[in-house]
């Protein structure tokens, strides 16, 4: 069971440049998450899809772009990269219920230089 | 808003000794769910323990045990005789019920090392 899948597991970018997280998940369930971990600031939500068909903004939206392409699949787009997104990206997906717990991918780590 | 603080940046045990990660929370809402995270050194987070404010009870699982207080708005985390394989970062996280955004606030994170 592959559970949550992320790619690609490592990026390094140019400033200016852009490129798309890909996450998709298995397990059927209809919410899905972006998450950014920074040293010190623990994990901020960048975007979220509460079900197919819906995206809202989290904590930190700016410079990026989600797609819901399916219940499946949920993409994170950086237009024009910026050294200050320099991060370790987590992809999640839970039921749609707020008490449910998230499955995490296993992560990108992305430099922008 | 809510918000989850965890004050304790990293903490540095010798094996056997028990240590406590603390969690306080912040929330307006009357139900919300709480939560804690392991990442192990792999990167991946794995989930650990889910509670309700309705439910204070303290709960155990093996060496793990969780104390929810209201009163206090606090959700501390406690490992018995640690293990060198318990050395990780712990996340505390915090979802509303009713209000806020329908996704998890995770807290900065306790990175714990214990030492052999």
């Known amino acids: 069971n592959a559970g949550v899948t992320q790619t690609p597991k490592f990026q390094v970018l140019k400033t200016g440049q852009s490129m798309t997280l890909q996450c998709a998940q298995d397990?059927?369930?209809?919410?899905m998450y972006w998450y950014r971990q920074d040293p010190g600031m623990g994990l901020r939500l960048i975007y979220y899809?509460?079900?197919?068909?819906?995206?809202d903004k989290g904590e930190v939206p700016n410079g990026y772009n989600v797609s819901r392409l399916n219940k499946r699949e949920f993409s994170l787009r950086l237009e024009s990269a910026a050294p200050s997104q320099t991060s370790v990206y987590f992809c999640?997906?839970?039921?749609?219920?707020?008490?449910?717990?998230?499955?995490f991918g296993s992560g990108t780590q992305l430099s922008v230089l | 808003a809510q918000k989850v603080t965890q004050a304790q940046t990293e903490i540095s045990v010798v094996e056997k000794e028990d240590v406590t990660l603390d969690c306080v929370y912040e929330?307006?809402?009357?139900?919300?769910?709480l939560f804690w995270y392991k990442q192990p050194p792999s990167g991946e987070l794995v989930f650990l323990i889910r509670?309700?404010?309705?439910?204070?009870q303290n709960e155990i699982s093996g060496r793990y045990s969780w104390n929810f207080q209201k009163s206090t708005s606090s959700f501390n985390f406690t490992i018995t005789a640690s293990q060198v394989v318990d050395s990780a970062v712990y996340f505390c996280?915090?979802?509303?019920?009713?209000?806020?955004?329908?996704?998890?606030?995770f807290g900065s994170g306790t990175r714990l090392q214990v030492q052999p």
């Open positions: 899809s509460a079900s197919e068909g819906t995206t």
């Open positions: 929330t307006r809402d009357t139900t919300y769910y």
């Open positions: 996280a915090l979802s509303e019920a009713h209000t806020g955004r329908r996704a998890l606030t």
């Open positions: 509670r309700n404010s309705f439910d204070e």
């Open positions: 397990m059927n369930h209809n919410s």
């Open positions: 999640a997906s839970s039921e749609s219920r707020r008490d449910e717990k998230l499955f």
